[in-house]
């Protein structure tokens, strides 16, 4: 996980502790993949890429923020791996874990779907 990610966690947290309608992040291709799976499970209400920049479109329901808690799970100094087994065992009903896999960024969904595990860098609440 690089910086990049880093600092897209940071930004849509204050972003909707703040109440914005919209964040804006650097264009990178990795940050593209983790805002598709986002988008994809109904966390943000969309983004919009240029060329200097990706526009983040924030989502409420009712006022209240639809992502109230995004994490690092593995991080540069600990890194963390789930078997197939370990992402079964995992109760994510109200919440997403997006991986990192052989076949690309995913959710816990689509890794179980997929019968592939990964290193878990993001939690979605």
């Known amino acids: 996980m690089n910086r990049h ?3 897209l966690i940071s930004n849509i947290n204050n972003g ?3 109440k914005k309608s919209f964040v804006v992040q650097a264009p990178k291709k990795s ?3 983790v805002l598709n799976v986002l988008w994809d499970e109904g966390f943000i209400s969309g983004y919009k890429v240029s060329i200097k920049s990706i526009k983040i ?3 409420y329901k009712n006022g209240v923020p639809a992502i109230t808690l ?3 799970i593995s991080k ?4 963390v791996y789930y078997s197939l087994n370990q992402l079964w ?3 994510t009903e109200n919440s997403l874990i997006i991986l990192s896999t052989n076949k690309g960024i995913m959710s ?3 890794c179980k779907k997929k019968n592939l595990g990964g290193e878990p860098f993001i939690l979605v609440k």
């Open 5 to 7: 990610i880093c600092n």
């Open 16 to 18: 909707q502790l703040a």
């Open 31 to 33: 940050i593209k993949k």
């Open 57 to 59: 479109y924030l989502k």
């Open 70 to 72: 995004m994490k690092n």
């Open 76 to 79: 540069p100094s600990l890194k």
């Open 89 to 91: 065992k995992t109760h």
């Open 108 to 110: 816990d969904k689509e």
